[in-house]
């Protein structure tokens, strides 16, 4: 009987818990907030909606899917000699103001062997929600996938909350002397918020980051 008692008890501690975990995600769930944000610029696209850039030394593809605006570049080398990034003169400029080390993390890669590619992922460039004036032009929308519905604001070159910049500095020799400067503008065009989640969406472009804050 002792022993019933005591297994039941066990029982009912692990429903609360399960209980009290289950209550804590609901609650993080309601209180949670997106704010979906696409890049435009003047490069072309691909049908993944990434940026690219080609020439007869390199071909540059810019992408932003993820969490908090990182930046993703895919760099193909189309020489028979190796390339070098020089991550000191290479940096983010967001609305006028430099971010120096942007890329800068262990490991890094800083060569590219010859007729090879990479990808480099820079670190995290913010993490704090648009300010979204309601007088601003909003249009309610359903995103794509799962009947997610969110407030679509929408902005020109002029009008973004971020315009940003990435310079790329390549070059071929090891000293990273006589680089060539890749300078690339970028703007907000887009941004959906919502309360629903990335789980709920199924169009994940690459040129679309998200930022989330928990209220």
């Known amino acids: 009987m002792k022993s019933s008692f005591y297994l039941s008890g066990i029982r009912n501690k692990r429903i609360r818990k399960s209980l009290l975990i289950f209550g804590c995600f609901v609650l993080l769930s309601a209180c949670t907030k997106y704010q979906y944000v696409f890049v435009d610029s003047h490069l072309k ?10 020439n007869d030394t390199v071909t540059i593809k810019y992408s932003f899917a993820g969490i ?6 895919s760099i193909y080398n189309k020489l028979e000699r190796p390339l070098y990034i020089d991550w000191g003169r290479s940096v983010v400029i967001s609305n006028g103001i430099q971010i120096s080390g942007s890329f800068d993390h262990d490991g890094q890669i800083n060569f590219i062997a010859p007729k090879s590619g990479i990808t480099v ?39 973004t909350p971020l315009f940003f910049r990435n310079v790329l500095a390549l070059t071929t020799n090891e000293d990273f002397s006589g680089p060539t400067f890749y300078d690339y503008s970028f703007w907000v065009s887009d941004i959906i918020q919502s309360g629903s989640g990335p789980s709920s969406v199924t169009y994940r472009p690459l040129n679309q980051f998200v930022i989330y804050e928990i209220h």
């Not at 908090?68 to 570049?73: E, Q």
Request: proline share 4%; glycine share 8%.
């Open 45 to 54: 696209q691909n049908e993944k909606k990434e940026y690219i850039v080609e």
């Open 121 to 159: 992922i820079s670190n995290s460039l913010r993490d704090k929600f648009f300010d979204l004036d309601i007088n601003d032009p909003r249009i309610k929308v359903n995103m794509t996938g799962g009947g997610m519905k969110g407030v679509r604001y929408a902005f020109d070159e002029k009008s």
């Open 68 to 73: 908090n605006f990182p930046i993703t570049l």
